[in-house]
């Protein structure tokens, strides 16, 4: 019931997902169907099973949910290994996003049992059987897991992430104290796996226009950061009722934030900013 | 690259309702739903100030089994939407935002709601004899 | 070319620009906020003592300043209280921009009304208390 870590599993879960349709506002040419089964292997004492979202935009068809089991004795103990086990012996065309497997790169950043994590560093045993492995939310698929990121990075670029200062007068570092340094523990570590992202109701309502947790997370890097000047300019660009004020504190970001962060956080800060500058 | 167009990924159908989610619907829904009372509010004292019939039929209404019922789940939408409320205040305050704290809190927030809505119910029937 | 789609999509990400505005509706909701829990509290303990005893005791009750006053101060943060949360909402689901002004528009609107109502009464009950 008390969640202290990110990482923690609920010992119970009373609802899989919310009651709704499970095509609800789904165009008919891509409402997703049962998909399909994928043969047990032989002799396999520990069978871990997973339902996997699977699409092809080159036949035409459906999204379509695939069953898949692999043999928990011959595999690795993350996600990540059981995908490309499944890869590499049962289906070579299941295709994600993977890279470093230790869980720095954001790349395999997926909607795993309802919540988005990191396919590397989620363990078989604390995944349901079956499992149900979706692509990251509210994102255009370009192939099964993998989602089109573009507008979520382009979001990102919009805020400006990269120091904005003039050149010291000793043509030098630009120095800082560690307590000011201290002030960016939080929020440099971000990976951009966009999990808090797909996992925010108001983004995936007003995504277009609302800038998001981790971009949010990432300005006020940049705000927080003693070193740039350009903290009016960039409060500014903020102070808007959808890219900044969308945000109702649902925390669904700090819940799901595989590296232990705090979105929601860095968001009050940024409106504590917003409103000092006032008074 | 082509442009035709290509599915979503599944998000409010396949998300895990999780407390944050949940307490933070919980928190619009209750809004909208006092705003309705704040409706009837404002048609009663309009109609016993004017004297006019309608106040018997609003408190005969009120008083019927449904009228108890819906008042009774109007004022457990009000207090889980004031404890809530100072709840959120304090995260304006950037207080609270620990995951730790944020679990704590949200669950004295739904046994508090409870609780008062028994203890006020408790009260009002006692005093009304 | 990846850039020439990058560039498009940093562009509309960055749509008409910031509105620089949204510190208000956003100050005003916690100041309307603070002031609603004593205000709520009162009036559900006042509603509760007063609500038995039938339409003369309501208005008589209601005529006294030390009611009256409270009572003209709920209803003002209240509404106002109300009208941006429900602003919120609309803004929310509704992505027609002409839809989305239009239910604005009536929700504001409305709470003004509902608040002016609610005064009126307060004040009418004030002037019955002075007069018999």
Known sequence: MLIASSDEQPRRKLLKRFPVPYNAQVPKEFRIQPGKSWPVPDGAKRIKRLNIYRYNPETGEPPRIDTFAIDRDKCGPMLLDALIKIKDEIDPTLTFRRSCREGVCGSCAMNIDGTNWLACIRDLDEIDDPATVYPLNNLDIVRDLVGDQTHAFAQYAAVQPWLEAEPPADGKEHLQTPEQRRELDGYYECILCFCCTSGCPSHWWNGDRFLGPAVLLQAWRFIADSRDEATGKRLDELEDPFRLYRCHTILNCTRTCPKGLNPGKAIAEIKHKMITRQS | ?129 | MANDENHIAVQRARGLGSARAGVSAWRWQRVTAVALVPLVIWSLASLIAVAGGGREAVVGWLAQPAAAIPAILLLIALFWHTALGLTVVAEDYLHHGGVRMIAVALIQLGCLVLAVAGVAAVIMAIATGASG
């Open chain 2, 1 to 129: 690259m082509d442009n035709a167009p290509r599915p979503r990924s599944p998000h409010v159908q396949v998300y895990r309702p999780q407390l944050t989610s949940v307490l933070s619907f919980g928190h619009r829904l209750s809004g909208i739903f006092l705003s309705l009372g704040a409706v009837l509010l404002v048609a009663w004292l309009l109609a016993a100030v004017t004297g006019s019939a309608s106040f018997g039929y609003l408190n005969a209404g009120l008083g019927s089994l449904p009228g108890l019922a819906l008042l009774f789940v109007w004022t457990l939408a009000l207090f889980f939407h004031l404890c809530n409320g100072i709840r959120h205040l304090f995260w304006d305050a950037v207080i609270g935002f620990e995951l730790r704290t944020i679990y704590l809190t949200g669950w004295i927030v739904v046994f508090a709601s409870i609780g008062l809505t028994l203890v006020t119910w408790a009260l009002a029937l006692w005093q009304m004899g």
